[in-house]
């Protein structure tokens, strides 16, 4: 055979043709498919659901209906009742509205203190910001579950006011320890050294 030519290889085999990738377009749940889109969209549907739940709750959440204990779900309970005659699908809602407070009350507790404290301690003396950690090591050895018992019992009635102000005073530990060791990062970087 020739050098030159083309025909060092010849693809054999019975029917043998180019293979031409077939293009489709992508439906709709393919489009959807690794993007958050769907999953937002549902998520919002609950929370503007909880958020308003007093407009698409169908009973008081608190009412007990003892004629209907234990209900399956029809046309006026649409999830049921629980075993006190309670309309499971107006507590869901109810409930709902309730965790996403606490969630957003607590979670700006403890970034309030967290910062703040991890910022005062980035920023110290090394025998001020020594000290400050044990602190936080101390407070951090005491069981959460104990603290969280211990400072609802001395509140009084728990309210999700309440209730979310001791989940944010018990739980800043973590990013006050985060913070500090990025403002100490920050401090010592060679730009502020040489400023």
């Known amino acids: ?27 709709f749940w393919a489009r959807l498919k690794g993007k958050p889109t769907l999953s937002v969209a549902v998520f919002s549907v609950i929370a503007l659901g909880c958020l308003f739940s007093n407009l698409i709750i169908n009973h008081d959440p608190a009412e007990l209906f003892l004629m209907n204990v234990n209900e399956a779900p029809n046309a006026e ?11 499971i699908y107006s507590i869901i809602w109810y409930g709902g ?8 009350m607590s979670a700006a507790v403890i970034t309030l203190i ?12 090394g025998v001020v910001d020594s000290a400050m950690m044990r602190a936080v090591e101390l407070l951090q050895s005491v069981p959460v579950l104990l603290s969280l018992l211990l400072i ?8 999700e006011l309440t209730i979310a102000l001791v989940i944010g005073v018990t739980g800043w530990f973590a990013l006050s320890r985060i913070v500090r060791s990025e403002v100490r990062q920050i401090r010592n970087s060679e730009y502020l050294l040489a400023s």
Do not use: E
């Not at 030519?5 to 043998?16: M, P």
């Open 1 to 27: 055979m020739d050098a030159s030519s083309n025909d060092a290889f010849t693809i054999v085999g019975a029917g043998y043709r180019a293979h031409q990738p077939a293009i489709r377009k992508k439906g």
């Open 114 to 125: 967290g910062v703040s404290y991890g910022c005062l301690s980035g920023v110290a003396s």
């Open 77 to 87: 309970f649409w999830f049921g009742t629980d075993s006190l005659g309670r309309d």
């Open 97 to 104: 509205r309730a965790s996403i407070f606490i969630g957003l």
């Open 152 to 159: 609802l019992s001395l509140m009084g009635k728990p309210n």
